[in-house]
Nanobody, 122 residues
Framework: VQLVESGGGLVQAGGSLRLSCAAS????????MGWYRQAPGKERELVAD???????TYLDSVKGRFTISRDQLKKMVFLQMNNVRPEDTAVYYC?????????????????WGQGTQVTVSS
């Protein structure tokens, strides 16, 4: 199973950015997908999470500015980031709670993407 993010980059404060993440491999089901971020010198934190058939949850500081969505058929998750701030600067990681087959053995656990850098200039 692989998660591949795209869409990061440099954006001015107040601007917008859209992150995408695609899951691939011998996937049987995906329970939840979400986005985390890690700024230099800080711990990784949950930005937004969206379980299958459930409601999204957001970090307080991004509520009203960021929106998470999923395309379950394409096994993708998106993060629309509006009105970004310099404090949103971080490496953003896609995470998926994914069930898959390793041969004939079913396994389920969290998977991480490689991360995509988001830099917001003031």
């Amino acid at each position: 199973v692989q998660l591949v993010e795209s869409g990061g980059g440099l954006v001015q404060a107040g601007g917008s950015l859209r992150l995408s993440c695609a899951a691939s491999g011998m996937i049987a089901n995906i329970n939840a997908m979400g986005w985390y971020r890690q700024a230099p010198g800080k711990e990784r934190e949950l930005v937004a999470d969206l379980p299958s058939g459930g409601r999204p949850t957001y970090l307080d500081s991004v509520k009203g500015r960021f929106t998470i969505s999923r395309d379950q058929l394409k096994k993708m998750v998106f993060l629309q980031m509006n009105n970004v701030r310099p404090e949103d600067t971080a490496v953003y990681y896609c995470n998926g709670d994914i069930g898959y087959f390793n041969g004939t053995v079913y396994r389920q656990h969290g998977h991480w993407g490689q991360g995509t850098q988001v830099t917001v200039s003031s």
